[in-house]
């Protein structure tokens, strides 16, 4: 059974303040993915991370891919109110289907 | 942009009801899926379809039942509802092949009392 993990299952922090959260596999994926979901909502996808040791940025959201392509992060700069969400990271099965991990419930506090 | 639409969006049923979920996508997709979200369990992948006319077991297919009707529709059945299968089931779809994106319905709130 593939599995992603996700830590910390939850995070409260002030607005302004920095944080990063980590998905860890016990398999390799073709690919991972992050995806931001509101109440309500579908998950929406943030980013894909392909190669390992990559980092992509967007805005003030920073994703890095580890070496052996097993871990991932993603750190937040300078968090708003509107980055409250949960993160959820997905692994690519190889083009069959999308393994996701139990998401860090993010809340920022204004 | 209609995207992934998946109806009802609430539903109560009572235990050993059956009922039908719906999903349709416009985005002419040949990968979609079925996803239950629970607290605390992130989305666990119940059936899967890479082609039309294809199915596959997902992590968790005991209990429902799935049909590829078209490369647009794919529907969820729970033949004989139970409590355990109160959740959020969320319709996704994406191209076929690796590195892809998979975009989701809003989902849809199953209560089984």
């Known amino acids: 059974t593939q599995l992603l993990e996700q830590s910390p299952q939850f995070l409260s922090i002030q607005e302004g303040e920095n944080l990063t959260v980590y998905c860890n596999s016990s398999?390799?994926?073709?690919?991972l993915q992050w995806y931001r979901q509101e109440p309500g909502e579908g998950p929406v996808l943030l980013v894909t991370v392909v190669t390992g040791g990559e980092v992509k940025k967007l805005k003030r959201l920073t994703f890095q891919f580890g070496d052996a392509r097993k871990d991932s992060s993603l750190h937040i700069t300078a968090a708003q109110p509107g980055d409250t969400g949960l993160y959820l990271c997905?692994?690519?099965?190889?083009?069959?289907?999308?393994?996701f991990g139990p998401g860090t419930r993010l809340s920022v506090l204004p | 942009n209609a995207g992934v639409t998946q109806t009802p969006k609430f539903q109560v049923l009572k235990t050993g009801q059956s009922m039908t979920l719906q999903c349709a996508q416009d985005?002419?997709?040949?990968?979609m899926y079925w996803y239950r979200q629970d607290p605390g369990m992130g989305l666990r992948l119940i059936y899967y379809?890479?082609?039309?006319?294809?199915?596959d077991k997902g992590e968790v297919p005991n209990g429902y039942n799935v049909s590829r009707l078209n490369k647009r529709e794919f529907s969820l059945r729970l033949e004989s509802a139970a409590p355990s299968q109160t959740s959020v089931y969320f319709c996704?779809?994406?191209?076929?092949?690796?590195?892809?994106?998979?975009?989701f319905g809003q989902g849809t709130r199953l209560t089984v009392v």
């Open positions: 997905a692994g690519d099965n190889y083009g069959q289907n999308f393994v």
């Open positions: 996704a779809s994406s191209l076929q092949g690796v590195d892809t994106e998979a975009f």
């Open positions: 398999s390799v994926f073709s690919s």
């Open positions: 985005m002419n997709h040949n990968s």
């Open positions: 379809s890479a082609s039309e006319g294809t199915t």
